[in-house]
């Protein structure tokens, strides 16, 4: 009997660095995170833990802002779900998405950072979760779109000093962005539900 190597039909199918990069984030949030963020409340979204902290608050002409300093503390305040929330979705995400991957009302040279891709900041959860989806969404759907050439190519001018970065480094820093928050936002549900709890 003559051995025989392997078929073409049983080889494993080829599998592209765009498919790894989304498979590793859509797990995440899929099975991870976003079913950890339902029934999300008011009061969970913009509980303090601690004193001081950062959140979502209206400033002096009534529009909610996204409290931060520049240069930011050695040692920065605490924040809450609402800031993790509107920092993943909106600057993480959403930003990075309508400025590489369109459309956008900001101007063409509006690089990635840019405020004026997504100037609305949710002040409550369901705004706050509708934001997060829709970030997520853009993302992926921009990153889908992408071959593996293009994801070795530079950012370009609109990533300013990450310019000359290849975009499959900004997939994976801002995979493990998403997963650093969200990591963060499950625990701080869970904190908030046991100080809540009779006997917690």
Do not use: N
């Given at each position: 009997m003559t051995a025989t190597g392997p078929t073409t039909s049983s080889a494993a199918p080829s599998t592209t660095w765009r498919d790894l990069l989304l498979d590793q984030l859509s797990f995440y949030w899929d099975f991870h995170l976003w079913p950890r963020l339902e029934g999300l409340?008011?009061?969970?979204?913009?509980?303090?833990?601690?004193?001081?902290a950062w959140s979502v608050r209206r400033?002096?002409?009534?529009?909610?802002?996204?409290e931060h300093e520049v240069p930011e503390p050695e040692i920065p305040p605490v924040t809450t779900i609402a800031w993790r929330m509107v920092h993943v979705g909106r600057d993480v995400f959403g930003r990075r998405a309508r400025a590489l991957?369109?459309?956008?009302?900001?101007?063409?040279d509006a690089d990635m950072f840019d405020p004026r891709h997504w100037p609305e900041t949710p002040i409550t959860a369901a705004g706050g979760l509708a934001m997060l989806d829709e970030g997520y969404r853009s993302w992926r759907a921009g990153v889908a779109a992408l071959d593996d050439e293009s994801l070795l190519r530079p950012i370009g001018p609109k990533g300013l000093e990450y310019a000359e970065f290849p975009m499959a480094g900004l997939v994976t820093h801002l995979?493990?962005?998403?997963?650093?928050?969200?990591g963060e936002i499950c625990l701080l549900r869970d904190l908030f539900r046991a100080q809540s709890s009779p006997s917690g």
């Amino acid at each position: 009997m003559t051995a025989t190597g392997p078929t073409t039909s049983s080889a494993a199918p080829s599998t592209t660095w765009r498919d790894l990069l989304l498979d590793q984030l859509s797990f995440y949030w899929d099975f991870h995170l976003w079913p950890r963020l339902e029934g999300l409340t008011d009061d969970e979204y913009l509980w303090e833990p601690a004193s001081p902290a950062w959140s979502v608050r209206r400033g002096p002409d009534g529009a909610p802002r996204l409290e931060h300093e520049v240069p930011e503390p050695e040692i920065p305040p605490v924040t809450t779900i609402a800031w993790r929330m509107v920092h993943v979705g909106r600057d993480v995400f959403g930003r990075r998405a309508r400025a590489l991957f369109g459309p956008t009302d900001a101007p063409a040279d509006a690089d990635m950072f840019d405020p004026r891709h997504w100037p609305e900041t949710p002040i409550t959860a369901a705004g706050g979760l509708a934001m997060l989806d829709e970030g997520y969404r853009s993302w992926r759907a921009g990153v889908a779109a992408l071959d593996d050439e293009s994801l070795l190519r530079p950012i370009g001018p609109k990533g300013l000093e990450y310019a000359e970065f290849p975009m499959a480094g900004l997939v994976t820093h801002l995979s493990r962005e998403a997963m650093a928050h969200g990591g963060e936002i499950c625990l701080l549900r869970d904190l908030f539900r046991a100080q809540s709890s009779p006997s917690g």
